[in-house]
């Protein structure tokens, strides 16, 4: 499904945000990327985005080369991706069902769909009755439960989440993260950044652990749990 094969990016001559980095991650796969700020989790997640051009090496996504696609190509493919941000990047003068609906719409599905979509994707979330808010009206907890429900309503096959539980407590975060469980159980492949390693520890997935640009740790649940 994901294949890092020696990737490295660069910022400048001294400022390498990964060094020589490779990992595989399996069609269904739930699991973190963990590590301190700035060591390279959120890099990971561009670079699968194509936010960020590779330096070195090579990225395959089902068997596809995207380290040198070409632009035309790239709007095609990030419709299997579904992206979602600590910031939530909603749209404050659309209503939560707008900008849900909206994700759709820009991928050619008539108004009537869109919004059927939606309204169950809000439904699978847990935040329905909120549909003709605005985000600002909602808690940050509710927010991001929009952010999912957006980035899930197009059935992608991968889900990107970085630090999605940053501003939230830990009995919001764990919630949230059933979400995703919920959602990997329908096969999507769901790549989680966070440092919130106690959380982690409940989840019991596969980490990748990240140290100043480098994987220093990939283990399953069975091992030890990293401290950094």
């Known amino acids: 499904m994901i294949n890092f094969n020696r990737v490295s990016k660069s910022y400048g001559k001294d400022n390498k945000a990964l060094r020589d980095v490779s990992f595989t991650v399996e069609a269904g796969e739930m699991l973190f990327?963990?590590?301190h700020s700035g060591a390279g989790k959120t890099t990971i997640l561009k670079l699968l985005m194509l936010m960020q051009?590779?330096?070195?090496?090579?990225?395959?996504?089902?068997?596809?080369?995207?380290?040198?696609?070409?632009?035309?190509k790239i709007p095609a493919y990030r419709r299997n991706i579904g992206m979602i941000f600590q910031d939530h990047r909603l749209l404050e003068n659309k209503t939560v069902l707008d900008n849900i609906a909206l994700s759709l719409q820009i991928r050619g599905y008539s108004d009537t769909l869109?919004?059927?979509?939606?309204?169950?994707?809000?439904?699978?979330?847990?935040?329905?009755?909120?549909?003709?808010?605005?985000p600002q009206e909602l808690s940050s907890g509710q927010q991001q439960r929009v952010g999912i429900a957006r980035a899930?309503?197009?059935?992608?096959?991968?889900?990107?989440?970085?630090?999605?539980t940053g501003n939230l407590d830990p009995d919001?975060?764990?919630?949230?993260?059933?979400?995703?469980?919920k959602l990997n159980s329908l096969g999507i492949t769901i790549l989680i950044a966070s440092h919130d390693l106690f959380l982690i520890k409940r989840l019991q997935k596969r980490v990748l652990v990240l140290?100043?640009?480098?994987?220093?740790?990939?283990?399953?649940?069975q091992k030890n749990m990293y401290t950094p």
């Open 53 to 72: 051009d590779v330096s070195y090496g090579q990225i395959k996504v089902n068997g596809q080369d995207i380290s040198c696609m070409k632009s035309r």
């Open 211 to 221: 140290e100043k640009g480098e994987l220093i740790d990939d283990f399953s649940p």
């Open 33 to 35: 990327l963990t590590g």
């Open 172 to 181: 919001l975060s764990l919630d949230l993260m059933k979400i995703f469980e």
């Open 114 to 134: 869109s919004y059927k979509k939606a309204n169950a994707a809000l439904v699978q979330v847990g935040i329905a009755e909120k549909a003709n808010f605005y």
């Open 152 to 164: 899930f309503v197009a059935k992608p096959d991968i889900i990107l989440a970085d630090e999605p």
